[in-house]
């Protein structure tokens, strides 16, 4: 059974980094793409950015340029590093894996694991 489990969540002040990760076991990391989605109270859960096994990446547009989305293939990991952080980046942010054939996909109906979310909140 596939499971992701993500860390690195906190608070932080407008303008600071964080980096979220996300662990992957029970399969073979090179089946899956990557994403992560976000969910502000709310709202719906949203793209933020995918990656590829051979490291295509795609972003969503209100984070094009303040994150980078990465994975380490040898530890079966994947993480969101998050620059110039805003208030409305706050929310709970979730790892999921797609099937690899999709690419890096950016509709959450093509992933089908998720890890459980871990929460950001940045603070103006």
């Known amino acids: 059974q596939v499971q992701l489990v993500e860390s690195g969540g906190g608070l932080v002040q407008a303008g600071g980094s964080l980096r979220v990760s996300c662990a992957v076991s029970?399969?073979?990391?090179?089946?899956?793409?990557m994403g992560w989605f976000r969910q502000a109270p709310g709202k719906e859960r949203e793209f933020v950015a995918a990656i590829t096994w051979t490291g295509n990446t795609n972003y969503a547009d209100s984070v094009k340029g303040r994150f980078t989305i990465s994975r380490d293939n040898a530890l079966k990991s994947v993480h969101l590093r998050m620059n110039s952080l805003k208030p409305e980046d706050t929310a709970v942010y979730y790892c999921?894996?797609?099937?690899?054939?999709?690419?890096?996909?950016?509709?959450?109906?093509?992933?089908?694991?998720w890890g459980q979310g871990t929460q950001v909140t940045v603070s103006s």
């Open positions: 999921a894996a797609a099937q690899s054939a999709f690419g890096a996909t950016i509709t959450r109906g093509n992933y089908a694991y």
């Open positions: 029970g399969s073979t990391f090179s089946n899956f793409a």
